[in-house]
Nanobody
Framework: QVQLVESGGGLVQAGASLRVSCAAS????????VGWFRQAPGKEREFVAV????????YYADSVKGRFTISRDNAKNTVDLQMNSLKPEDTAVYYC????????????????WGQGTQVTVSS
């Protein structure tokens, strides 16, 4: 099975950029669909972006489309999320998750999760 560790979170001002990374171990990340989810205090964990296995198709939540980019680096065995034009409402703990199968926007369909990394955007 694969183990996932997120990194790169932090505190930034609105309008800034931040890149969070999901490092995989135990398996090659290219053989998994990998999604990013986030959870703000008092809210449900929600879908942010996903990159599918085999063909690397990408999908985004409407709230981040045009601002966030998900990418896979097979040499580093990571999946990164580049976040631009950050807004205070992007504040959340960001989690990466993996599954063996086509892309999914549903958190319940992911089998492996990282511990999360905090992203805080001040106004």
């Amino acid at each position: 099975q694969v183990q996932l560790v997120e990194s790169g979170g932090g505190l930034v001002q609105a309008g800034a950029s931040l890149r969070v990374s999901c490092a995989a171990s135990g398996r090659t990340v290219s053989t998994y669909t990998v999604g990013w989810f986030r959870q703000a205090p008092g809210k449900e964990r929600e879908f942010v972006a996903v990159i599918s296995w085999i063909v690397d198709n990408t999908y985004y939540a409407d709230s981040v489309k045009g601002r966030f980019t998900i990418s896979r680096d097979n040499a580093k065995n990571t999946v990164d999320l580049q976040m631009n034009s950050l807004k205070p409402e992007d504040t959340a703990v960001y989690y990466c998750a993996a599954r063996r199968g086509p892309h999914s926007l549903t958190k319940w369909e992911y089998d492996y999760w990282g511990q999360g990394t905090q992203v805080t955007v001040s106004s």
